[in-house]
């Protein structure tokens, strides 16, 4: 029986699941606040087209505007200065949207400190246990973050000082860009910077470093927790907007039970 | 090595490919137009937020504005009156979204006759020839038409009779909401149903049929040619807005070779 049958059938009798790892798109979205001078994105909005009525009496639809970079979204290369030279979300390659997924827990130690970062000692403690990350892989980094979506004020987690949610530090940002051959990294967070990124140097480090060297952001993730260290198959899919720094995105994963 | 390994190794080696069904999104794609007194949609459209300037020094952003049914699309049950108690296309199972492909190719058929239409005896033969359309299959109709969706007045094909594009037959239609296994129909063309399909008793029957037995539409679709009549496996990936009647979507297909 060729592969793909094999798959079928293991879809169909549940040995492979499908998971939804996409936050659902609406008003409610949480969309990240930039402080002045910067400017900010559209939030999702949808108007009506018609409704079973006068406009169209068989059918209902309605028109959308939103941000590139709204809800669970791609960062394509060119959405930083650093990859400006690179790909545009419609030239992505396709086998790098269908791909293996490495998953990181650091929930724990996120729901201590919303301000936690990941450093390169913990991927190396993941290798130990689990062997080097597969090449070609998304590394998808679990906060716990997408437990607070539904609430964008502890989503964004703004306070006097900042906004404080969990991400990459600087020296581990240079290295998933530069020594981890990974293709992008995914987050549950509004960006995969941290909250504080603003500040660090060079500022935003995973969007500088792993978009200049031609990786993916991945946002917003959900159900990360139904994903086992290893083994996960991720389906990436963005619009292919010609021209486009990065699109919201349908993001499935299969996992083999 | 367990099945999710084995098809990374083919992705790897190439026994399995990735084919892109989507068309590429722009201002140029194409958008259904419809005759007075209905609304039509929004096209795509964009403006930029920042581009590594003042408003946004390091990084590159735009907002959006399109319709639900723009380019690659999926048309949810409920954006047509028969479907209006089904699902929104934030509500479709994942399981729906995974799933085999066949195609039936009347491309030559459609080249000689643009208002060409599907009836029920084609899918018999298609089934004389390949065997039974399996169930929880998408139904990918070729029509060549996806070699138009670089020119809107060629894909539209308007004259003053109105749009000729190929569809599916009223019989056919009913035939493969209520008889056929399918879980949708898939097309190059603007809609599902035909140009002339307005004039049809019931109008739009694709729509009607399909929508109203909680069926899926999927429409703009590229490089069908590339897939075998069975044995794809279709990976539909539209936005989960909640309430949405559709959405624009990446399409994806695994083909072993
Ligand atoms: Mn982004
Ligand atoms: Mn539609």
Redo the contacts between chains.
């Keep these: 029986m060729?592969?793909?049958?094999?798959?079928?059938d293991?879809?169909?009798g549940g040995?492979?699941e499908?998971?939804?790892l996409?936050?659902?798109?609406?008003e409610n979205t949480p969309v990240i606040q930039?402080p002045p001078?910067?400017?900010?994105?559209?939030s999702f909005t949808?108007r009506v087209?018609?409704r079973?009525d006068?406009?169209?009496?068989?059918?209902?639809?309605?028109?959308?505007?939103?941000?590139?970079?709204v809800?669970t979204h791609f960062d394509a290369p060119?959405?930083?200065?650093?990859g400006?030279d690179g790909l545009d979300v419609?030239q992505v390659p396709?086998?790098h949207?269908?791909?293996?997924a490495v998953v990181i827990d650091k929930s724990k130690e996120c729901a201590e400190n919303p301000d936690f970062l990941l450093e390169v000692e913990h991927i190396q403690q993941w290798q130990q246990e689990h062997g080097p990350i597969?090449r070609?892989s998304w590394l998808l980094f679990r906060t716990g973050w997408d437990a607070r979506a539904g609430d964008p004020k502890a989503f964004l987690n703004v306070d006097e000082s900042g906004s404080h949610t969990p991400g990459v530090s600087v020296e581990c940002a240079k290295w998933l860009a530069e020594e981890v051959p990974i293709v992008g990294i995914g987050v549950e967070t509004v960006g995969t910077d941290a909250g504080l990124a603003g500040s660090f140097d060079p500022?935003?480090p995973c969007?500088?470093f792993l978009l200049g060297a031609g990786k993916y952001g991945l946002t917003q993730l959900a159900n990360l927790s139904k994903l086992p260290p290893k083994?996960?198959?991720l389906?990436v899919?963005?619009?292919?907007?010609?021209?486009?720094?990065?699109s919201?995105?349908?993001v499935?994963a299969?996992?083999?039970r």
């Design positions: 060729s592969l793909l049958q094999q798959l079928v293991s879809l169909s040995s492979v499908v998971i939804d996409t936050s659902p798109l609406s930039l001078p910067f400017a900010n994105t559209q949808r087209v018609s079973y006068d406009k169209g009496p068989a059918w209902f639809w309605h028109d959308l505007s939103l941000g590139e970079h809800g060119i959405h930083w200065i650093t400006k419609s396709v086998h949207l269908v791909a293996p597969p070609g500022p935003f969007h500088a083994g996960a198959l389906i899919a963005p619009l292919p907007i010609v021209g486009g720094t990065g919201p995105a349908r499935l299969l996992v083999e």
